[in-house]
């Protein structure tokens, strides 16, 4: 168990859909992550959060939004959702300064 | 920009073998790190070893070491006496030393032969 929870573990939706993925990073981070995994795509970077403040941006579309509150855990909510945006959603959560991320187990999001 | 590009996309090695991953990366920052991370079919990822930019030994985590080379701006990752269970796709990332976003590579998928 790295420390970062994720859920839900699995999720199947329909296409047009809109879903909320939860992320709680390890005891004392303050970072978190974003990250798409898909077979095309590889793993992109979609956002960082840092103490609740976005930090950085990434390849993160517009039907996508994510935020992250004040005890520290983080939403990111996938709106008028389409096949391709089936993949597995990373967490990953860092101390402050710290350059080594750690990874949650992942949310698989099927798109039907 | 920040690119990170592992050229095998498969590799086999015979149980208890050293095997190499190859990485090279091209940043303009002076001050960066470069990590490894191993996915297994569970999908996971774990972090294995990490390197920064200014660090003058290769470091090394038990198995695993980096081969370090700046000028060539290479990042290879180097498993001695594989084990069955190392069987997974392994990524290169790059980063800066003060933390934040890491960019990764397509990924090596490594399968350790009995």
């Known amino acids: 168990d790295s420390g970062v929870t994720q859920t839900p573990k699995h999720l199947i939706t329909a296409t047009g859909q809109r879903v909320t993925l939860r992320c709680s990073p390890r005891?004392?981070?303050?970072?978190v992550y974003w990250y798409q995994q898909s077979l095309d795509q590889g793993l992109q970077f979609l956002i960082q959060?840092?103490?609740?403040?976005?930090?950085a941006k990434g390849n993160i579309l517009e039907r996508f939004s994510a935020q992250q509150f004040p005890d520290l855990h983080s939403e990111l909510n996938l709106s008028s959702l389409e096949l391709g945006d089936s993949a597995l959603y990373f967490c990953?959560?860092?101390?402050?300064?710290?350059?080594?991320?750690?990874f949650g187990a992942g949310s698989r999001l099927t798109v039907l | 920009a920040q690119k990170i590009t592992q050229t095998q996309p498969g590799m086999f090695v015979q149980e208890k073998e050293a095997v190499t991953l190859d990485c090279t990366y091209d940043?303009?920052?002076?001050?960066?790190?470069l990590f490894w991370y191993k996915q297994p079919s569970s999908g996971e990822m774990i972090f294995l070893i990490y390197?920064?930019?200014?660090?003058?030994q290769n470091a090394t985590e038990g198995r695993y070491s980096l081969n370090f080379q700046k000028a060539r701006k290479s990042a290879n990752l180097v498993i001695s006496a594989s084990q069955l269970g190392d069987s997974a796709m392994y990524f290169c990332?790059?980063?800066?030393?003060?933390?934040?976003?890491?960019?990764f590579g397509q990924g090596t998928e490594l399968s350790v032969k009995p």
């Open positions: 990953a959560s860092s101390v402050p300064g710290a350059n080594v991320l750690t």
């Open positions: 990332a790059l980063g800066r030393n003060q933390g934040g976003k890491l960019i």
């Open positions: 390197q920064g930019s200014y660090d003058e």
């Open positions: 940043t303009s920052d002076q001050s960066y790190g």
């Open positions: 005891s004392g981070d303050l970072s």
């Open positions: 959060y840092y103490n609740g403040e976005e930090r």
